[in-house]
């Protein structure tokens, strides 16, 4: 109970800490696989005691993925309340979906948050594993490697001619989706990011939000995936969309670039002021603090502003999010003017400690 108590109250786990490859620009990869149970009614045509029985099969199995890494734990999402159901979701362990209907769903964590295995979503198992930086081809040989031990012990809903069976027809085929967090502020900045999304979209790929599906693009952050899983096996789709981030990362360093020998001291300027804000401001929206964020990060990765880590940028995208906070405070009905108030004293508190000297 002590690691599951330690998901809602620490800020990051390791894959969140950056430093991984490109990580000045990818945040971090992600693969997710799906997979059904052969002869069960997926989750939307299941109901009652089958969908348990599903949560059942799963923890029967547990011992066998737990012999190729760390412990995991199983949390069943109707034992959560709905504010911690939320800060699983903030924390991106479990999909907005898991959470919408919390009985007799359930998800395996493991130790270190890097793995988790939705049960009963909208497949009844979704396995995602998460890497920092740019490391698609990692998070795909730890999930292929849960998903051979599972079928060991479970028989999946699979076609000779389709592939693995989903309950979205867009996911069979593989099952896979596969996608990058990329912080992309100079082409925002320099507008050319509606361009450089346009190109991605006709090349089979989507473009979405912080929190993937129907999010919105806040703080300069865009989650980058596969659209096609069928016709292809696991590793072209890793290799395509490792091949197109990289693209993106180039495009995105030579934005930069400009913004510097263009426009130095007005770039200077926009970042001090975000700064200047953020350290002294009474009131913060949720919006506001991400896109202000994301121009500090800006500026310490162009070394414009230095003695900070860009750990910082990472901790308070997940310490400022309204869930989180309403969950560390102990309460469930924090208005919008506490809200603004408790994040902006917790980035003030976060920055004077670093200026300080305290450890990242």
């Not at 909208?122 to 079928?151: F, W």
């Not at 507008?191 to 006709?202: E, G, V």
């Not at 310490?319 to 969950?327: C, D, L, Q, S, V």
Request: aromatic share 6%.
């Amino acid at each position: 109970m002590i690691r599951v108590n330690k998901l809602f109250s620490d800020p990051l786990q390791p894959w969140m800490r950056g430093g991984g490859p490109e990580g000045d620009i990818i945040l971090s990869s992600r693969v997710r696989l799906a997979r059904n149970l052969e002869g069960v009614p997926f989750p939307n045509r299941n109901y009652g005691k089958e969908l348990s029985s599903v949560v059942e099969k799963i923890r029967q199995v547990q011992p066998a993925f737990e012999v190729v890494g760390q412990h995991y734990d199983l949390i069943e999402m109707d034992e959560l309340s709905q504010l911690e159901q939320s800060v699983l979701v903030e924390k991106h362990l479990i999909s907005p979906n898991l959470v919408n209907n919390a009985l007799h769903r359930a998800v395996f964590v493991r130790q270190d948050g890097a793995v988790s295995i939705m049960v009963n979503e909208e497949d009844h198992l979704r396995i995602q594993c998460l890497e920092s930086g740019l490391d698609l081809k990692s998070a795909l040989s730890s999930a292929n490697k849960i998903d051979d031990l599972l079928e060991e012990s479970l028989t999946f809903a699979f076609s000779e001619q389709l592939g693995y069976l989903t309950a979205c027809p867009t996911n069979v085929g593989t099952g896979m989706r596969a996608s990058c967090m990329l912080h992309l502020p100079a082409l925002v900045i320099t507008k050319q990011i509606s361009r450089i999304i346009s190109a991605a979209t006709q090349l089979g790929l989507a473009v979405r939000g912080f929190y993937g599906e129907g999010t919105e693009a806040i703080g300069n952050v865009f989650q980058i995936s596969n659209q096609l899983t069928l016709g292809y096996t696991e590793e072209e789709i890793v290799d395509s969309l490792n091949g197109v981030v990289l693209q993106f990362v180039e495009q995105e360093r030579a934005a930069r670039k400009l913004l510097v020998e263009q426009s130095k001291v007005a770039v200077a300027d926009r970042i001090w002021r975000s700064y200047g804000v953020l350290r002294y401001a009474q009131t913060m929206s949720g919006q506001e603090a991400l896109g202000r964020l994301s121009e500090v990060r800006l500026g310490i990765d162009l070394g414009i502003i230095t003695g900070l880590a860009p750990e910082i940028y990472n901790e308070l995208l997940v310490t400022t999010r309204p869930h989180y906070m309403a969950n560390l405070a102990g309460t469930k009905d924090m208005d919008a003017v506490t809200r603004d108030t408790v994040r902006a004293k917790i980035i003030r508190e976060k920055l004077t400690y670093r200026e300080q000297g305290g450890d990242e």
